[in-house]
């Protein structure tokens, strides 16, 4: 058994990136819980990432218009576009890095952002 933090990446830049739930392992979090998280019917997007790591979106992210998630994409070193909320699972040792990660992402988005604004 692993313990196991499954980290809500926010498609909506203004929101940070927070941990949705920690357990013992990776089945350590209900379906509901996924659902909730991510508004909807989840899906596990395919990624770069170790076996120990999943990235879940809505199955219906697209049809549904969601925002593009370019944390998530970031996060997961995705060759797609990922839409709406996103839940990252991670061992919990792992944790701490992502979540300093998504910071770091996070503060430079804002900025560019802040920037084409002003322009």
């Given at each position: 058994?692993?313990?196991?933090?499954?980290?809500?990446?926010?498609?909506?830049?203004?929101?940070?990136?927070?941990?949705?739930?920690?357990?013992?392992?990776?089945?350590?979090?209900?379906?509901?819980?996924?659902?909730t998280?991510?508004?909807?019917?989840?899906?596990?997007?395919h990624?770069?990432?170790?076996?120990?790591?999943?990235?879940?979106?809505?199955?219906?992210?697209?049809?549904?218009?969601l925002?593009?998630?370019?944390?998530?994409?970031?996060?997961?070193?995705?060759?797609?576009?990922?839409?709406?909320?996103?839940?990252?699972?991670?061992?919990?040792?792992?944790?701490?890095?992502?979540?300093?990660?998504?910071?770091?992402?996070?503060?430079?988005?804002?900025?560019?952002?802040?920037?084409?604004?002003?322009?």
């Open positions: 058994m692993t313990d196991t933090t499954w980290l809500l990446i926010p498609a909506d830049i203004d929101r940070d990136v927070s941990i949705l739930h920690e357990g013992k392992d990776a089945d350590d979090i209900t379906l509901k819980q996924l659902q998280a991510v508004g909807g019917l989840i899906e596990y997007a990624h770069e990432l170790n076996r120990n790591s999943e990235i879940i979106v809505n199955e219906e992210g697209l049809m549904m218009g925002l593009p998630n370019v944390r998530a994409v970031v996060a997961s070193c995705i060759q797609q576009m990922l839409v709406g909320d996103a839940v990252l699972q991670v061992p919990k040792t792992d944790a701490p890095a992502h979540l300093r990660a998504m910071g770091e992402i996070t503060a430079f988005v804002r900025k560019e952002l802040q920037q084409m604004e002003e322009e």
